[in-house]
């Protein structure tokens, strides 16, 4: 079905907060067959709720709003809605009940104040009630409206939970077959990405490809749609093949992997235990590894070294090699990975060392000067990078390559080959 | 004036990509003082853009396009937006000049494809050309369009550069007076604030104030509006001087001004280095701690002790203590706090020890519980808290937490009070 999402808070068209909220319904939409064509972010103004709903529920199948059904004072969208709908707010006693059932362990003055989310526009259904989760929906002209909290996470359990399934119910066949795969690659830019594949879309619409550059790597979509099941699964698989070929080892993972829980993959299938030394990331690829449930079973830790004194004492690198080449030289990242692997035992260890900036650099070593060491049993390999951007882009760079090249390392050992590849 | 932002492609509504050029647009309209009313999300469709734009040209006094600028198949914005403006696309050679000798160090073969950029609806302006960035602005009826390239920092120089400048010569004069503040709130409910602060409003629209949960903390906007400057500045300061009162210490901040950024503020005024370990929160703590520019001023560095091996190799802390309480208690958090002070020379050293999830967890010690130990020259203080959700929630609270335990720490140090509480 065709859908539209309407974000409802003077927060977020001041830009004071970003919403999230659309952007994780609309993925969670597109993913269970529907189309959302537009997406409104609209403040707490009465009128413009009104008017904004009436305008989406005249082009779309069905609606979702988001934000304003709190207990502050400034959530006004159940009252907007009643008056725009000419569904008058009612007190429902049994939703009442339900929230004050689920908010037993709140604080007594928090309870009082959830009355008023039991007043909701005439003919509104609650979606499920507790403390601190509203959420109803109403079928208006043969159209549902679902009116969820603005909170991300209370909204994103609601939608799942709840709003995905009612849809399904809603629509009861099934109209059309789509497939869909979100190919996630490092280490090629967006032009080249579309230069290799772009003569795999045929001009008819059914397959289509797009390419989103996701700071500091690339996401590529394919989408292949058909009326007949057979036909559209036979395109999707030949296409996907091809995709795969073109892209080859820059494709790290397809969906929501991530490249950190792709590196943590390949460390089990290789059976080994990872080890870090971070300088000008300070801990960010330690926290992008441990972001992975069950990554206790591949990370032993590591050392965030941001001063020289403690490169020299939790890694061992010695005085003398920074007194020649510096702290950011390929020359320390080799030692501070070195150390690490030596200090915690690992079998394979990263480090990096580098100019985030905006000062520190030099003209021999500009700001965002990277260089990274890794060591495994067999050998030490060097790595010079220069990123462009603000320090916070150094970061996020440097942390990406750092993974990926843990990645690449892994994937070109025998033993990860064989085992990992065709799991992608 | 009034302002709408509309930000195009398929990878925001499908929900691929996350919008943050139209949060980023609207914030800083919001504080050059302008208002957006609507912000609209919408795919690569060349007749859904045509309409959209005629919309919000008839609504608004200027608009804000941006995305779908680039040289890739799936960019339709210019095409679309000549058909709807009845504005045929037209060839500017000495765009494409610009374009040229901005990236001369680019590959030929991007250099090439780079053509499709100086095709612009007829009456169009550049806004500034190289070789990644493309921009224009025309004037359509009286009110200006300006279209801007969908890739944020892109998008984000362009808009603060040139559209900003532009649209105050475009007004002229300064209608009306608007003085606005964000606060940043730790360890309090949005409720509870809600409570404290309700009665400053007036309910005349002239003094509002919004509540905006960032999980996990609160930001909270006091917003004044007057047509003559004196009267809305006198009422700012009384207003604000009541909201400094009434959050007290839990006003962290104000503005754009992060946790991570007191804190180091406060380990400067007070002549203080710091050195961290980190279990459960696996390096977040230390990044968040480098972000800000100037850090490797106060901080040293730490560990990140993932394994019980590591948190005795690395600070020491003994094996008969985390046989006896385990990893995830006060005693081991407060021998983690000490170990890596003794080990860096650190004035000051935060650990952190804990249950993210989603396994791993008791009865006696649910997921979420984490534990966190504080060691000064003169003391060593533990800290105990469950927190709630998901394992990156979990691991998000515990940094936050984490960062005001060290803020608080020191603002009731008697020299920080003094230093920096009037700097906030």
Redesign the interface.
């Known amino acids: 079905m065709i859908g539209e999402i309407i974000a409802i808070?003077?927060?977020?068209?001041?830009?004071?907060?970003?919403?999230?909220t659309?952007?994780?319904?609309?993925?969670?939409?597109?993913?269970a067959g529907h189309?959302?064509?537009?997406?409104?972010?609209?403040?707490d103004?009465p009128k413009?709720i009104g008017n904004?709903l009436l305008a989406s529920l005249a082009r779309a199948d069905f609606v979702i709003v988001t934000g304003g059904l709190?207990?502050?004072?400034?959530d006004l969208t159940t009252e907007a809605v009643a008056d725009a709908l000419e569904r008058p707010s009612t007190f429902y006693p049994e939703i009442l009940n339900q929230i004050r059932a689920g908010s037993k362990n709140a604080p007594e003055?928090?309870r009082l104040?959830l009355e008023k989310m039991a007043w909701l526009p005439a003919g509104a259904h609650a979606l499920k009630y507790n403390a601190t989760t509203a959420g109803y929906f109403l079928v208006h002209e043969n159209k549902p409206i679902f009116f969820l909290p603005g909170?991300?996470?209370e909204m994103e359990e609601l939608l799942v939970e709840t709003v995905i399934s009612r849809l399904a119910v809603w629509e009861g066949v099934e109209a059309r077959h789509v497939r869909q795969r979100?190919y996630r690659v490092a280490g090629l830019p967006?032009?080249t990405i579309?230069?290799k594949l772009?003569l795999l879309?045929d001009g008819e619409e059914r397959i289509?490809?797009?390419?989103?550059?996701?700071?500091p790597e690339v996401?590529v979509?394919l989408t292949v749609v058909g009326t007949k099941e057979e036909t559209t699964d036979r395109t999707f698989i030949e296409i996907d093949a091809k995709v795969r070929n073109l892209l080859g080892d820059n494709l790290y993972g397809t969906g929501e992997e991530t490249l950190e829980a792709v590196v943590g993959r390949l460390l089990i299938d290789n059976g080994m235990v990872l080890a870090?030394a971070?300088?000008?990331?300070?801990?960010?690829?330690?926290?992008r590894?441990?972001?992975v449930?069950?990554?206790?079973e591949y990370?032993?830790?590591?050392?965030?070294?941001?001063?020289n004194?403690?490169k020299e004492?939790?890694l061992g690198v010695e005085e003398a090699l920074l007194a020649e080449y510096g702290a950011v030289s390929p020359e320390t990242a080799r030692a501070m990975a070195e150390g690490i692997r030596r200090?915690?035992?690992a079998d394979i260890a990263l480090a990096v060392t580098g100019i985030?900036?905006?000062?520190g650099g030099t003209a021999a070593k500009p700001v965002g000067t990277v260089c990274f060491g890794l060591a495994t049993s067999g050998e030490t390999v060097e790595y010079k990078y220069i990123f462009n951007?603000e320090?916070?882009?150094v970061?996020e760079a440097a942390c990406h390559k750092g993974l990926d090249i843990l990645r690449l390392t892994m994937l070109r050992h025998d033993y990860a080959k064989n085992q990992s590849c065709q799991r992608l």
Chains 1, 2 share one sequence.
């Open positions: 808070g003077d927060e977020l068209t001041s830009g004071r907060i970003l919403n999230t659309s952007y994780f319904a609309a993925g969670q939409l597109f993913a189309e959302v064509t537009a997406m409104t972010t609209i403040g103004d413009l904004t709190g207990v502050t004072s400034d003055d928090l104040s909170v991300p996470h979100l967006e032009t579309n230069e772009a879309e289509r490809i797009g390419y989103y550059p996701v700071f996401h979509s870090l971070e300088s000008c990331t300070g801990g960010l690829i330690s926290h590894i441990t972001r449930p069950g990554s206790s990370f032993l830790g590591g050392a965030v070294t941001y001063s004194e403690l004492q939790m200090e915690t035992g985030a900036g905006p000062s951007g320090r916070w882009q970061q």
